[in-house]
């Protein structure tokens, strides 16, 4: 019979139990009474014909059970009891299942947080039909270390119109900053220029309204149409009902809204939710002064499609090879096309946060077995005390697999209800991690509802945990000798010694654990310290930072330089500043322009040469950022365009391209920038990208002096305001001086240059707090794991301590042996732990900044801690045992 | 009632069914016409013919209905569905083959081994 049918009939059999067993009564009650009735006409006496016909019966009731068994209730009836009987225990014990559930439900909480995360960054699919059909088509960057070259515009409509393996492709390209009016009000959002087949692409219907189509993408619009996303429509518009047709205004260009995605859809990049979408073809009136359209240079564009019927990736990748190398220019003719599935979309925020997520989800699952580990041995604790119980139901007839089923579902459901405050614990937890995540430059969206693979994993791992911690000790506690434990009606002493090694193994190996985690969470507090007090380059403190991007109302050279001399001019005034400068890429960012440098006389010692970035600067650069000056002068004023271009370069470069000689007033040019460039200045190396850098080498422009009509190195700029006191008092000033040049001009990222710092640590920051949290929650499991086990031990030993002591041993001689058990233990368990740390720290060698992953210092202390805390643990059973009063040890058996 | 054979496990379910095709019947029944049947050569152990019954019952071989006996108590009677009386085939056809295989082991002499 199907294992299906054999369900559904047990279920069937549940349910109408009581018929069931009606009818089996009145079938059997038939046979009972004819059988005697044949026996009497055969010419038995009535007694004897009843007689017989019992025992030939066997037993109407054992028949019975037969019968049930074969219908399959028995099964379901038995879990039924024992879930009945397993409740009734915990709620005998109800601080014993009180400490039990609550530590469980930190352990799955936590690691349901975790889950929660690493599930809709790394593994969710995207939430569009068929996401396994979707691809990227990448062009890598086979040289410098990575990365990889965006798409031009006539580039991709080539390939999208010469292809014959995608059913759908697209081009993309996300902005963080765009600025939307409605009616008066004006508000910077997040936005992005999509092709006209994106949405049919990826096969998005519009909540309201309708989406972009391929003929919104066609020149010659009368307006230009644009969709919002849910949760812009509920944020801005108040889920205003007449959305759809509204008229809007973007970078100053009007658009009107046509629809509203779903609230479920974000775009294809995890992270990310563009507040607006707007159509390709409006790209030059939203960029004013770049139009990028007939542009075959400017590579800006992400692409992705959809695989036609039966095509796969190789066949893909090979039809737009060579339908690219048809049309590409010859400067991109040796890279060759990549086609990567894209079902998960592309995202910035997983590559950054993969390898810290990965480590947590270790550290985290480690907490969850030292949890289990602690769980299992107050278990083994209290099974001594149910021998009793075991024995009489043993000696009833229980079979061992039977009362090993009970004993696991009481387990289970210990667990499961750990679970399921674990699943609303998770769920907090995962709400904080993401805020502490997303303080940023830009706000990282993320989908916080509760996912049913999130789910399905903390039941899972609620029933597993359960299993885990129950077996072991079920196991042991259904072997037991019936005879002794029937008898006495105590403890005998003798044979709880020997017994406790499982009690003992879960210690050692919860110490063992907990080494792991208390140095893992060394290393990364350690790694975190180390980037933080490197020398930076510059000087972080008392700094105020903001970015203005007058691009987005449609200002162009050369009103931009104005801008922002009159800007420095009028901050620069503000009582309390000491120093007001501008770059185009703000520090610790990704942001960078990387030039061809010609160095008259300079010849490359090999191919391969370390490219130099550079950075639009404002006067007075290096004195308002804190960066030392080694040789020559600061940027001033007075460099602009009537006066002798200058750079200054930083030491790196200069030993790069003069070694050890002096560069002062050598020169050098930049392309791009017609003319020779003399060298004005050397500063020290700093930190530009991220706090792991070393040693890239620099090179500053003045900002006065660029060429006219550069039109990307003067569409926004970075402002830093060096303050004699505190930054933040001074901000409200600095904005309404900014806002007297300009009322409209928007100004965003206001921060401290110590928080850009921070953010810039924010993944390191989030491991080393979340592995402090989980190394002092784990330390202190160990903790309570040790005092537990060393208190049954004593009270177990009470008769034996008793007489050491009746026959002359000293108290302190006493308190010593249980510590030095204690020692045993926690050496034990850092010997069985010290070899797994080494090789499993080397995994998180990456992570690491500023010391090795088997760090001396580190391990030794960690060792030391632990020590420390079996010596606490110790403490009260230690004093427990020197107290015992013989008398009433002996006494009592 | 003379030597009883032992019933062979699994032999049961085919003499039930055999029992049955013959005419519903109820359990008690079953029991007597087998006794019957076999001349009295066979005795079922009571106690297992009801657990064998639901068994039989469950796999769709026999279905039941409630109906009245002849000194007009509630009884459960079985009958025989299609699919039983294909499974009786089949059971009996294995049961004949397996006879035959004994049985020719059994007459091996000494010269033909």
Known sequence: ?893 | MGNQLELLQGTLDMLILKAVSLGPLHGYGILLRIQQISKQRLEIQQGSLYPALYRLEDQGWIASVWGESENKRKAKYYSLTPAGKRRLRTEAENWNRMADVIAGILSTTPEEV
């Open chain 1, 1 to 893: 019979m199907t294992c299906l049918k054999r369900v559904t009939a047990c279920l069937r059999a549940l349910l109408r139990r009581s018929r069931m067993e009606r009818d089996m009564d009145a079938e059997l009650q038939f046979h009972v009474l004819s059988y005697p009735e044949d026996l009497v006409r055969a010419g038995l006496g009535r007694d004897e014909a009843l007689r017989r016909a019992r025992m030939a019966l066997g037993g109407i009731d054992r028949a019975k059970e037969e019968c049930r068994d074969v219908r399959g209730v028995n099964l379901a009836e038995g879990i039924i009891e024992d879930l009945r009987c397993g409740l009734r225990m915990m709620c005998k014990n109800p601080g014993f299942s009180a400490i039990a559930v609550l530590t469980l439900a930190l352990g799955i909480g936590a690691n349901t947080a975790i889950f929660s995360l690493t599930n809709t960054v790394i593994l969710k699919m995207l939430p569009v039909p068929h996401p396994e059909q979707l691809v990227y088509v990448d062009l890598p960057n086979a040289e410098q270390g990575g990365g990889s070259y965006g798409f031009s515009y006539p580039t991709y409509c080539y390939l999208r119109d010469h292809n014959s393996v995608l059913s759908g492709v697209f081009a993309f390209e996300e902005w963080d900053r765009v600025n939307v009016s409605v009616g008066d009000e004006a508000e910077i959002a997040t936005g992005q220029i999509v092709s006209g087949d994106y949405y049919s692409t990826l096969r998005v219907r519009a909540e309201a309204g309708r989406t972009i189509i391929p003929d919104d993408d066609r020149p010659g619009q009368q307006s230009f149409a644009a969709m919002i996303s849910h949760g812009y429509w509920k944020r801005r518009f108040g889920l205003d009902p007449g959305i759809v047709g509204k008229d809007i205004a973007i970078n100053g260009c009007p658009f009107t809204i046509v629809g509203v995605t779903p609230p479920e859809f974000f775009g294809v990049s995890v992270g990310k939710s563009p507040d607006v979408t707007l159509p390709m073809i409006a790209q030059p009136q939203v960029m004013p002064g770049r139009s990028l359209l007939d542009n075959n240079t400017t590579w800006w564009l992400t692409v992705m499609g959809r695989l036609g019927p039966g095509v796969n990736e190789e066949e893909a990748r090979a039809d737009l090879d060579v339908s690219f190398h048809h049309f590409a220019p010859s400067k991109m003719g040796q890279l060759k096309i990549a086609v990567i599935p894209g079902g998960r979309g592309l995202s910035e925020f997983r590559d950054r946060f993969q390898k810290p997520l990965l480590a947590l989800e270790a550290l985290v699952g480690l907490v969850l077995g030292i949890a289990c580990a602690n769980v299992a041995g107050l278990l083994v604790a209290r099974a001594a005390a149910r021998r009793k119980e075991i024995a009489l139901r043993l000696a009833l007839g229980a079979g061992r697999g039977r009362l090993i089923r009970l004993l696991l579902t009481e387990s289970v459901l210990l667990s499961g209800l750990a679970g399921g405050i674990g699943l609303a614990l998770g769920a907090w937890m995962s709400r904080l991690l993401i805020d502490l995540v997303s303080r940023g430059q830009v706000p990282i969206w993320i989908d916080r509802r509760v996912d049913g693979r999130v789910l399905g994993f903390t039941a899972a791992i609620s029933i597993l945990t359960g299993m885990l911690f129950g077996l072991a000790p079920a196991l042991r506690i259904t072997k037991i000798d019936l005879g002794p434990h029937l008898k006495t009606a105590g403890r005998v002493s003798g044979l709880a010694r020997s017994r406790f090694t499982l009690g003992k193994a879960l210690v050692i190996s919860q110490v063992a654990l907990s080494l792991l985690l208390v140095v893992g969470t060394g290393l990364f507090v350690r790694t975190l310290r180390n980037l933080k007090t490197q020398d930076l380059g510059f000087k972080p403190e008392n700094v105020l930072t903001f970015e203005a991007a007058p691009i987005l109302i449609g200002y162009q050279d050369p009103r931009n330089r104005q801008l922002y001399t009159q800007m420095i001019d009028r901050i620069g005034n503000v009582p309390g500043v000491r120093a007001v400068t501008a770059a185009r890429f703000p520090e610790l960012t990704r942001g960078a322009w990387e030039p061809s440098i010609t160095v008259p006389g300079f010849v490359p010692a090999s191919a391969e040469t370390t490219p130099v970035q550079a950075n639009i600067v404002g006067p007075r650069y290096f004195e308002t950022m804190g960066m030392p000056l080694l040789k020559g002068r600061d940027f001033s004023e007075q460099d602009n365009l009537n006066s002798q271009k200058v750079v200054a370069i930083n030491e790196a470069t200069a030993r790069l391209y003069f070694g050890a000689a002096d560069c002062l007033g050598r020169s050098l040019s930049v392309s791009g920038i017609s003319g020779q460039m003399e060298i004005a200045g050397v500063v020290s190396e700093a930190k530009y990208h991220s706090l792991r850098e070393q040693a890239l080498p620099m090179l500053f422009i003045p900002f006065l002096q660029l060429p006219e009509k550069t039109p990307s190195f003067l569409s926004q700029m970075t402002f830093y305001v060096r303050t004699a006191l505190s930054p933040e008092s001074l901000a409200p000033q600095i904005r309404r001086e900014v806002q007297l040049v300009d009322k409209d001009l928007p100004i965003f990222a206001i921060k401290t240059l110590s928080e850009q710092v921070d953010e810039s640590l924010v993944r390191e920051r989030m491991v080393a707090t979340l592995s402090s949290l989980f190394g002092l929650l784990a330390l202190g499991l160990a903790c309570v794991g040790l005092y537990g086990i060393m208190a049954y031990t004593v009270a177990q030993r009470t008769n034996e301590i008793g007489i050491r002591i009746a026959l002359g041993a000293q108290r302190g001689k006493v308190s010593w042996m249980v510590l030095r058990e204690t020692s045993i233990l926690v050496i034990a368990g850092i010997g069985v732990g010290l070899p797994i740390t080494l090789t499993a720290t080397r995994l998180v060698r990456g992570m690491l900044f500023g010391l090795t992953s088997i760090d001396p210092a580190t391990i030794a202390c960690s060792t030391v801690l632990m020590l420390m805390v079996a010596s606490i643990a110790a403490y009260v059973p230690a004093r427990m045992a020197s107290r015992v009063d013989p008398m009433v040890a002996l006494r009592y058996e």
